[in-house]
């Protein structure tokens, strides 16, 4: 097999005909079992290396979605022969070659990578490498999964089905998963500040994990670093820094989406941001009695919402399992305000005013 590399130079997307010529010799056939194939890359080495290899051992063989201060691919270790998701710091964040540690994209990217490297859950993608090039590249690299994000998800199933959204239980099951690994982060005193459905993984037996930590910041810093507007807590948007409670919200938000099929406060593209924000701030969004279990997580008072990842982990366990209606649990919020309380003392849930009401142990 030879390849016209001029031809190939001339594509507007090189990455797209790479998988044809590359990857199959070595994902498919491995390299070291098949002497031909290592014989013909040793031969056009040179000329791969040119175009597609990375920091002399990742081997691109795809595009990822980009953030706003990052592209992505995917890539191949040839070393370990392990399949990455490989983030590059966007070249406009750099300034004459060289890293500029006030550009608060840089600033961001660093941070990410300390968090990633840090959080470690099965509900969390997983930290590979980063490091910097020889030419000054920052990056970072996670395992790719085999998923894809609830976005990517959801946008299929609007094209190429009759619906546009998850069944209850699966919305109950994936934000379970999220919540899990919100408890591992706020336990270790972090903040995710951007859960969305870009930004979680779900493989094909419905398992997520959580990705993105560009936003992550310990608790009680007071670095404001917004995430996505329209999964953003009326709290944040008001100038309060952010806590657990805010991730929360968040994944009240991406509950809802799932849900419904669209996100609980939108506006026309001529209102935004502004419009937005009001609405985030005023407006209630109509949830179907069935799924009166997302009021919690969209409470507006941070006081009224569940308080943690822990809390949202034991409500979601709770109603995964639960023996009764959900329209029956959750018409308990209309129960005057004692009476609730008593309700979650007796069945070993935390939210409300940040309060435990956790039965003591004996």
């Known amino acids: ?132 090039t020889e030419d000054n590249q920052l990056y970072i690299a996670f395992k790719l999964e085999d998923a894809i994000t609830i976005e990517d998800s959801l946008r299929f199933i609007r094209e190429n089905t009759d619906g546009d959204r998850y069944s209850e239980s699966l919305v109950i099951k994936l934000m379970l998963y999220v919540s899990k690994a919100l408890e591992y982060m706020h336990n270790k005193g972090y903040i995710h500040g951007d859960v969305k459905a870009s930004n979680v993984l779900v493989n094909r037996e419905n398992y997520a994990k959580l990705a993105d930590f560009g936003t992550v910041r310990k608790i009680g810093d007071p670095t404001r670093i917004l995430g996505s507007l329209s999964y953003t807590a009326p709290e944040v948007l008001r100038g309060e820094p952010p806590t657990p409670v805010s991730d929360v919200f968040s994944l009240g938000v991406l509950g809802y989406y799932m849900k419904y099929g669209e996100l609980p406060f939108k506006v026309a593209e001529q209102d935004w941001p502004d419009g937005l924000v009001e609405k985030i701030l005023t407006f209630e969004p109509e949830i179907h009695p069935n799924h009166k279990f997302l009021k919690v997580f969209l409470e507006k008072n941070p006081k009224k919402r569940l308080k943690n990842g822990a809390a949202c982990r034991r409500v979601l366990n709770w109603l995964q399992s639960a023996p009764v209606d959900h329209r029956i649990l959750f018409d308990l919020f209309r129960m005057p305000y004692r009476l609730l309380e008593r309700f979650i003392y007796y069945n070993n849930f935390e939210f409300i005013g940040g309060r435990s009401y956790e039965k003591e142990s004996g």
């Open 1 to 132: 097999m030879e390849i016209d590399w001029e031809k190939l130079d001339k594509l507007s997307d090189k990455l797209e005909i790479k998988v044809e010529y590359f990857v199959e010799q070595i994902e498919n056939f491995g390299l070291m079992e098949v002497p031909e194939k290592i014989e013909w890359l040793q031969k056009h080495f040179p000329e791969i290396q040119k175009r597609f290899m990375f920091a002399n051992k990742y081997f691109l063989i795809g595009r990822l979605p980009e953030g706003f201060y990052k592209k992505g691919y995917a890539a191949i270790d040839l070393f370990t022969r392990e399949k990455v998701a490989l983030l590059l710091l966007k070249p406009e964040t750099m300034l004459g070659g060289h890293i500029h540690s006030e550009l608060p994209a840089t600033n961001i990217f660093f941070n990410e990578n300390r968090a990633s490297y840090n959080l470690k859950h099965p509900n969390i993608i997983e930290f590979y490498d980063s490091n910097i």
